[in-house]
């Protein structure tokens, strides 16, 4: 079956660093375009990061400079190390892989999300 | 920045109902759109793409349509399975991506 299990969620202070981790099965993320999506009930839905299938990676200018997406290779994982983090960083983020090959842009695979709380 | 409102932000209606759903962007998008279907508690899941394509296992009520900067996601015959909430997505100017702010589908 293939999914992604996000983990590393949790509650941090406002300045402090968190890493979040998506672990794939059933897909190699060597082979995808894997994204960290994340959701607030006032922002809705915004995408945060990509690291395409031949390395390269992209941030949203909201957390640019600021988070960093990575893939482990060995463990078939996505990671993204969140720094300087702030209040209105707090969200559940889901890992999501891009379908490129179909749907040229579309998320058709989605974890199940990890919370971010940060507060003091 | 590509700006995505989609309207109406709620609406009601009775099983069997059809229902349309509207998305709109700042900027044209060609048809480089998705739809999402969103319960409480779960994650996204992808009915649409490239405007109109359904997505494995989608069922057939679910209807995309438009092009360029205006879109329309139908749902004919709705059924109380449907109630959720359901986002627009532009992937026309990569690697940014975009979704709208939703509308909420509650079944009378």
């Known amino acids: 079956e293939v999914q992604l299990e996000e983990s590393g969620g949790g509650l941090v202070q406002p300045g402090g660093s968190l890493e979040l981790s998506c672990a794939a099965s059933?897909?190699?993320?060597?082979?995808?375009?894997m994204n960290w999506v994340r959701q607030t009930p006032a922002k809705g839905l915004e995408w945060v990061a990509i690291?395409?299938?031949?390395?390269?990676?992209y941030h949203a200018d909201s957390v640019k400079g600021r988070f960093i997406i990575s893939r482990d290779i060995s463990e078939n994982t996505v990671h993204l190390q969140m720094t300087s983090l702030r209040v209105e960083d707090t969200a559940i983020y889901y890992c999501a892989r891009l379908d490129w090959a179909t749907t040229s842009g579309a998320f058709d695979l989605w974890g199940q999300g990890t919370r971010v709380s940060v507060s003091s | 920045e590509i700006v995505m409102t989609q309207s109406p932000a709620t609406l009601s209606a009775s099983p069997g109902e059809r229902v349309t759903l509207s998305c709109r962007a700042s900027?044209?998008?060609?048809?480089?759109l998705a739809w999402y279907q969103q319960k409480p508690g779960q994650a996204p899941r992808l009915l649409i793409y490239?405007?109109?394509t359904r997505a494995t296992g989608v069922p057939a009520r679910f209807t995309g349509s438009g092009s360029g900067t205006d879109f329309t996601l139908t749902i004919s015959g709705l059924q109380s399975e449907d109630s959720a909430v359901y986002y627009c997505q532009q992937y026309n100017f990569w690697p940014v991506f975009t979704f709208g702010p939703g509308t909420r589908v509650d079944i009378k």
């Open positions: 690291i395409y299938a031949d390395g390269k990676t």
């Open positions: 490239f405007a109109s």
């Open positions: 900027q044209g998008l060609i048809n480089n």
């Open positions: 059933g897909l190699t993320v060597t082979n995808s375009y």
